[in-house]
T-cell receptor, first 114, second 111 residues
Framework: GAVVSQHPSRVICKSGTSVKIECRSLDFQATTMFWYRQFPKQSLMLMATSNEGSKATYEQGVEKDKFLINHASLTLSTLTVTSAHPEDSSFYIC??????????FGSGTRLTVV | ELKVEQNPLFLSMQEGKNYTIYCNYSTTSDRLYWYRQDPGKSLESLFVLLSNGAVKQEGRLMASLDTKARLSTLHITAAVHDLSATYFCAVVKEYGNKLVFGAGTILRVKS
């Protein structure tokens, strides 16, 4: 199969702190991973495309200095929400492409900033 | 810019009834996907449609693709309560790899 593991599943942090979310491909190498954000009762919005060994590509309107993406290996991409504020509270989902399997999604991370 | 429109956004139906969810997209696409999302959960893959006229069925769900009309449908047959969820279509732009999602259809099947 094509399994993507995402951690943590739920995190509560104080305003002004940073939070790191990990996305791992467990049984395949993922040169490209995607990060999405989903607000309640809304669709998934692509934030950025994470490329192994190079800089991430951010979608228009997404602050690259606030949402730091690192894809240092073929099986791990991380999203760090820096100086989090309550408006960053959301459901964050990662995804990776595996040939023949299509897109595989992580289980998501519920971030609450208090 | 690729845009994906999905309707209806909310669908309340009785058990045993049939209904169709529609997904229109604005530019040529390589692939179209249908996903299911339960509350608080991530996405579950339902179907991938690759070519014009493609039809796939799994249980009470059937998806089809008309690339000329840039339209996909997700047909629900004899709905049951367990089908209650949010359904998304998502499209990949031709020669690209980014998924663009529709707004989602919240389906509630009433007993």
């Amino acid at each position: 199969g094509a399994v993507v593991s995402q951690h943590p599943s739920r995190v509560i942090c104080k305003s002004g702190t940073s939070v790191k979310i990990e996305c791992r491909s467990l049984d395949f190498q993922a040169t490209t991973m995607f990060w999405y954000r989903q607000f309640p009762k809304q669709s998934l919005m692509l934030m950025a495309t994470s490329n192994e060994g190079s800089k991430a590509t951010y979608e228009q309107g997404v602050e690259k200095d606030k949402f730091l993406i690192n894809h240092a290996s073929l099986t791990l991409s991380t999203l760090t929400v820096t100086s989090a504020h309550p408006e960053d509270s959301s459901f964050y989902i990662c995804s990776a492409i595996r040939q023949l399997y299509g897109y595989t999604f992580g289980s998501g991370t519920r971030l609450t900033v208090v | 810019e690729l845009k994906v429109e999905q309707n209806p956004l909310f669908l309340s139906m009785q058990e045993g009834k049939n209904y169709t969810i529609y997904c229109n997209y604005s530019t040529t696409s390589d692939r179209l996907y249908w996903y299911r999302q339960d509350p608080g959960k991530s996405l579950e893959s339902l179907f991938v449609l690759l070519s014009n006229g493609a039809v796939k069925q799994e249980g009470r769900l059937m998806a089809s693709l008309d690339t000329k009309a840039r339209l996909s449908t997700l047909h629900i047959t004899a709905a049951v309560h367990d089908l209650s969820a949010t359904y998304f279509c998502a499209v990949v732009k031709e020669y690209g790899n980014k998924l663009v999602f529709g707004a989602g259809t919240i389906l509630r099947v009433k007993s």
